[in-house]
């Protein structure tokens, strides 16, 4: 197993543990992604030196910062800004990219599958449709109704779709 591979199994335990846990209690906890950023700096760090150190700043900066910009229009938790975050640390940005694009992907589907699970396809659509408009002539301020203060708002553990986009990432890296 090469280095990044072995970063990727690490980020991939990391996420299907925070899955497990946004699954059952609708939250992934500080006590599991702070020590997952500081263990992608760690290990990055041991396993390439200061070019590691660099690449898990800018990881970790890259997922946690491109999903940060959901955090504040209040449409995405902050353990998942986090998660990203450690996830990022570890497998350094290129990796990070690809793990980004495969969480989004995934989100969507699971999105669909979870909308429609709950009976709430068309509704949900509709307010995809309205927090679009909204954010398209407000720029990015919270959704005054759609967002993650409003109680009766469709939430998904999104946890999931960030443990199979590190998981596709880790399955693309070792079939290389």
Known sequence: MNRD?????????LSVVAAILDLQRHRIPNWLTYPGIVL??????????????????????LA??????????RAMGAGDVKLLAAIGALVGPREAGGVLLA???????????YALYRGRLVGTLKNVGSVLRFHASAGLHAHPE???????????PYGLAIALGTLYMFTSVWWR
């Open 5 to 13: 591979s072995l970063l990727l199994c690490v980020a991939l335990v």
């Open 40 to 61: 992608g700096f760690v290990l990055r760090g041991v396993l390439f030196g200061w070019k590691g150190l660099l690449g898990a700043l800018a990881g970790c900066l």
């Open 64 to 73: 946690g910062g491109i999903i940060f910009v959901f955090y504040a229009v």
């Open 103 to 113: 969480t989004a992907i995934f989100g969507g589907v699971l999105a669909v599958i």
């Open 146 to 156: 759609i967002n993650l203060d409003n109680a009766a708002a469709l939430r998904m």
